[in-house]
């Protein structure tokens, strides 16, 4: 029998990572409109711009103060943030649950019968959705199964293949995608420093055009604007911190996977927990450098 490939996970997983997906989208967005508009708004208060007896600019400032606080608002009221990061709790949960009982790791060991394997499984995916804040539309009619026919099929199969698959299917798929998430964030990050850091170096010329009269508008501040802004996003983003979680996470994982090699069908179960457990730092990183109580 060949393990299934790619391993369909839970309902509640597909539907938690949609919801999170949507959450992240709106608040990004959010952030970026209210960013901008912040700016345009600096830009407004800087320049005296008159078209007959309307302050042109000064209404630009009005209008994006506007938007800027709208934007707000919807962030306040909407709560997108708690969708992301509640629904990435969710999913995240759900997948390190589902990989522990299709490759019967703890709690899920082999030694247990598929009816006490399939009620643990549901207890522990049911306290998941206890534990939330926040509620999202439940998935699709068709796609409602909470243990799926690939969760089912990989936990039948024999001990070397259900390694196999888990080596392959979960461990080297973490590596890989910290290793790529790592490395994309530091660039980011170096990026944004250097764009700040030229801003900053802009701020020192516009300073210095304004205190010897070359220029009579307030350059300063639309050079300050763009440079909170930029650091803003940063921060919003949280780069730094991403690379240093990921590369932690992707080197733990390394380490865990060279010592698959010495792990028998005695040690397997404990093995894929304290695997599980790694990844599962790294989350409880992410939302800790959020604000986000709790762990999943």
């Given at each position: 029998?060949?393990?299934?490939?790619?391993?369909?996970?839970?309902?509640l997983?597909r539907?938690?990572?949609?919801?999170?997906?949507t959450?992240?989208?709106?608040?990004?967005?959010?952030?970026?409109?209210?960013?901008?508009?912040?700016?345009?708004?600096?830009v407004?208060?800087?320049?005296?711009?008159?078209?007959g007896?309307?302050?042109?600019?000064?209404?630009?400032?009005?209008?994006?103060?506007?938007?800027?606080?709208?934007a707000?608002?919807?962030?306040?009221?909407?709560?997108?943030d708690?969708?992301?990061?509640?629904?990435?709790?969710?999913?995240e949960?759900?997948k390190t649950?589902?990989?522990r009982?299709a490759?019967?790791?703890?709690p899920?060991?082999?030694?247990?019968t598929?009816?006490?394997?399939?009620t643990?499984?549901?207890?522990?995916l049911?306290a998941?959705?206890r534990?939330?804040?926040?509620s999202?539309?439940?998935?699709?009619?068709e796609?409602?199964?909470q243990?799926?026919?690939?969760?089912?099929?990989?936990?039948?199969l024999?001990f070397s293949?259900?390694?196999?698959?888990?080596?392959?299917g979960r461990?080297?798929?973490?590596?890989?995608?910290?290793?790529?998430?790592s490395?994309?964030?530091?660039?980011y990050?170096?990026?944004?420093?250097?764009?700040?850091?030229?801003?900053e170096?802009?701020g020192?010329?516009?300073a210095?055009l304004?205190?010897?009269?070359?220029?009579?508008?307030?350059?300063?501040?639309?050079v300050?604007?763009?440079t909170?802004?930029?650091?803003?996003?940063?921060?919003?983003?949280?780069?730094?911190s991403?690379t240093?979680?990921?590369s932690i996470a992707?080197?733990?994982?390394?380490t865990?996977?060279s010592?698959?090699?010495?792990?028998d069908d005695?040690?397997?179960?404990?093995f894929?927990?304290?695997?599980?457990?790694?990844?599962?730092?790294?989350?409880t990183l992410?939302?800790?450098?959020?604000?986000?109580?709790?762990?999943?």
């Amino acid at each position: 029998m060949t393990p299934p490939t790619p391993l369909r996970y839970p309902a509640l997983n597909r539907a938690a990572s949609k919801a999170s997906r949507t959450g992240q989208n709106r608040y990004m967005q959010a952030i970026r409109i209210r960013l901008i508009f912040l700016v345009l708004a600096a830009v407004g208060g800087a320049i005296n711009w008159r078209v007959g007896s309307i302050e042109v600019l000064t209404w630009l400032a009005l209008v994006s103060f506007v938007i800027a606080l709208a934007a707000e608002f919807v962030i306040f009221a909407l709560r997108p943030d708690q969708l992301w990061y509640e629904g990435r709790a969710a999913a995240e949960s759900a997948k390190t649950l589902t990989w522990r009982y299709a490759v019967a790791g703890d709690p899920f060991p082999a030694t247990l019968t598929n009816h006490a394997a399939d009620t643990a499984f549901l207890t522990q995916l049911t306290a998941i959705l206890r534990d939330l804040t926040i509620s999202f539309p439940p998935p699709q009619l068709e796609e409602t199964h909470q243990i799926t026919d690939e969760m089912r099929q990989l936990r039948a199969l024999p001990f070397s293949e259900r390694k196999t698959a888990y080596l392959t299917g979960r461990i080297d798929d973490q590596q890989r995608w910290y290793g790529e998430k790592s490395r994309a964030a530091e660039r980011y990050n170096s990026t944004f420093l250097l764009g700040a850091i030229a801003l900053e170096f802009v701020g020192v010329i516009a300073a210095t055009l304004r205190v010897t009269g070359i220029i009579d508008f307030d350059m300063l501040g639309i050079v300050a604007a763009l440079t909170a802004g930029i650091a803003s996003w940063a921060q919003t983003r949280q780069y730094g911190s991403i690379t240093r979680a990921y590369s932690i996470a992707g080197n733990e994982l390394t380490t865990i996977r060279s010592q698959a090699s010495l792990v028998d069908d005695s040690g397997w179960a404990r093995f894929v927990a304290e695997a599980e457990e790694a990844i599962s730092r790294e989350h409880t990183l992410w939302r800790a450098s959020r604000g986000v109580l709790g762990g999943s």
